[in-house]
């Protein structure tokens, strides 16, 4: 069982990296995101509260970040095949309460330029069916068909609602403003930080990772 931690700037490629992994491993993708996305469509509590903070490009409150994380941590799947965090956590406190439920094998952190990112940002679309994400901007990752999911074939690609840019400046000072004291804080475990340059193609930044997690 292993236990990583996805760390990175919006649009690094967290997600899309997860989904690689998850062809050959049965660890469990974790992605907060999602998550908020799922509890917004299906109008819960949780997703009412997180909606002003998706759509303003804040943070949503460490209390029910945390508290959905030990909920989906706490399922049987994750105990037995472990997790891959993806976009968790994203402050301090966030890493010391996790610290409190779940021992971690490794923290992978996707190092980009501001300037990619917007472009990735940007060019980002998903299947609202099967959440495969693809770039308009990418050879790699661009659907077969223009607009069209490759796997459920007549599912038109959405854009996400955050994924404009004024919203992605919100976000990007957002991380840094936090990031740093997460990086700080694992780094002095020494080992557990592994870094990836996220700039590479995705398959260059798929090998580098399969190499650090062994798979
Ligand atoms: P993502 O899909 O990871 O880019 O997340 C989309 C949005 O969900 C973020 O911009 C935040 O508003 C919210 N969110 C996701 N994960 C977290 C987290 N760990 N802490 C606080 N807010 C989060």
Redesign the pocket.
Known sequence: MTNIVLFGA?GAGKGTLAGKIKKFSSVVHI???DL?RANIKNETPIGKEAKS??DA????PDSV?IGMVKDRIDQPDVKENGFMLD????TLE?AKALDEIASLDVVVVIEIAKEDLKKRILGRRSCPKCGKIYNIYNDELKPKKEGYCDVCENTALVQRS?DNEETFEK?WNTYLSQSEAVIDYYSKNEGLVQKIDGTRTMSYTEAELRSILKM
Request: overall charge positive; glycine content about 16%.
């Open positions: 919006p992605s907060t995101g908020f903070y998706i490009g804040q943070l949503v970040v976009g968790f956590p994203r966030q955050d976000r």
